[in-house]
């Protein structure tokens, strides 16, 4: 059976056992994100960067390699629902932090002082859900970010999602007439950052906002990776 094949088969047994996902299959991305555990690299169903299955082909039990820590990164605390960054969780977390730094720069640039409280915490949940899109599946996720998220970076920092990310179209906040209730509630759903896939960053984020910098590039080194990942995975561009 082709990969293609397998792939459509699959998605079609999540469909129709109206499952949100199907994080239990191999060959998904779409899935949760484990920052705590230090052998989620060696997860059965661990696909993209990072991980660390056993390859039958080598003499080397690669399932013997220790996992790159991720527990340092600076979405942890605040991403807890399924996405497709799963399979490229090294490189969303470097993207994150570093889009992260570059928009408290802009705000010291405009303002000459550094970010509020409030405006951290708006800015982590923007950051975490635009490098983290929530998915139901491999096929089905929401990469624009909610209206009320990027609403608050804007009026707490004074910025836009273009200020300092690549793809600044992907926030709802330009799109939605303020003045018309239906359009705030259209612009809070089918995206990242709503009430439901969101919960407040923890104590633990916002203390380590000044050091996660450091601590992440010196404990998260990029290792091999034995696995392709699918063809319809979403791969953070930055």
Same mark, same amino acid.
């Given at each position: 059976?082709?990969r293609?094949?397998?792939?459509v088969a699959?998605?079609?047994?999540?469909v129709?056992?109206?499952?949100?996902?199907c994080?239990?299959?191999?060959?998904?991305c779409c899935n949760s994100?484990?920052?705590?555990?230090?052998d989620?690299?060696?997860?059965?169903?661990c696909l993209?960067?990072?991980?660390?299955?056993?390859?039958?082909?080598t003499?080397e039990d690669?399932?013997?390699?220790?996992?790159?820590?991720?527990?340092?990164c600076f979405?942890g605390g605040i991403?807890t629902?399924?996405?497709?960054s799963?399979c490229?969780?090294?490189?969303s977390?470097d993207n994150a932090?570093l889009d992260?730094?570059q928009?408290?720069?802009?705000?010291?640039?405009?303002?000459? #002082? %550094?970010?509020s409280?409030?405006?951290?915490?708006?800015?982590?949940?923007?950051?975490?859900a635009?490098h983290?899109?929530y998915?139901i599946?491999?096929v089905?996720?929401?990469?624009?970010?909610?209206?009320d998220?990027c609403?608050a &970076? %804007?009026?707490?920092?004074?910025?836009?999602?273009?200020?300092?990310?690549?793809?600044?179209?992907?926030c709802n906040l330009?799109?939605?007439d303020q003045? %018309?209730?239906a359009?705030?509630l259209r612009? %809070?759903?089918?995206?990242?950052?709503?009430a439901h896939?969101?919960?407040p960053?923890s104590?633990?984020?916002?203390? #380590?906002?000044?050091? &996660?910098?450091? #601590?992440w590039? #010196?404990?998260?080194?990029?290792?091999?990776?034995?696995r392709? &990942?699918?063809?319809?995975a979403?791969?953070?561009v930055?």
């Open positions: 059976m082709s293609m094949v397998q792939v699959l998605f079609g047994l999540c129709g056992w109206f499952s949100p996902r994080a239990w299959a191999q060959g998904v994100i484990s920052f705590n555990d230090p989620w690299c060696h997860a059965g169903n993209g960067e990072g991980c660390q299955l056993d390859n039958p082909n003499q690669e399932s013997l390699r220790q996992c790159s820590d991720i527990s340092q979405c991403v629902w399924t996405t497709k799963f490229t969780v090294l490189k977390c932090q992260f730094e928009a408290r720069t802009r705000i010291r640039e405009k303002t000459t #002082a %550094n970010p409280e409030e405006c951290v915490n708006a800015l982590a949940r923007v950051v975490c635009y983290f899109p998915c599946n491999d089905q996720s929401y990469d624009q970010v909610c209206f998220s609403n &970076v %804007n009026q707490s920092c004074g910025l836009l999602l273009s200020d300092f990310a690549a793809v600044g179209s992907r330009l799109l939605v003045t %018309n209730p359009q705030i612009g %809070n759903e089918r995206c990242t950052a709503s896939t969101l919960r960053p104590l633990l984020v916002l203390l #380590a906002v000044a050091t &996660v910098s450091s #601590a590039h #010196a404990g998260a080194a990029l290792l091999p990776v034995r392709t &990942v699918t063809a319809h979403w791969l953070d930055g």
